[in-house]
């Protein structure tokens, strides 16, 4: 059960990474992209505070959600090995 709800997290973060490229998303998906990010931003919010940004020129790379998502992968390969 564990490892299904972390697997959604999984894809409510990949939705935050996508919508974070679109500069205004559709008003009809408005409420969806709020939604993801109330899901995300709690979690990263501190992570970011460890992990600045890597800078490439003009933009600036957000490693936290990496992080996230390499901390996710390991937590769901514990739990289906415990079998939760």
């Known amino acids: 059960m564990i490892t299904l709800l972390l ?3 999984l894809y ?3 939705a935050h ?6 500069p205004r998303p ?8 709020l939604g993801v990010r ?8 501190p992570l970011r505070r460890v992990i600045p940004p890597v800078r ?3 933009i600036a790379l ?3 959600i990496i992080v996230l998502f ?7 390969g514990v739990t289906s090995r415990i079998g939760l």
């Open 7 to 9: 697997q959604i997290y």
């Open 12 to 14: 409510v973060l990949l």
């Open 17 to 22: 990474v996508i919508f974070s490229w679109v």
């Open 26 to 33: 559709p008003e009809p998906l408005m409420p969806f992209v």
């Open 38 to 45: 109330r899901l995300v931003e709690p979690v990263v919010a």
């Open 56 to 58: 490439l020129g003009g």
């Open 62 to 64: 957000d490693l936290s």
């Open 70 to 76: 390499i901390g996710i992968r390991l937590l769901m």
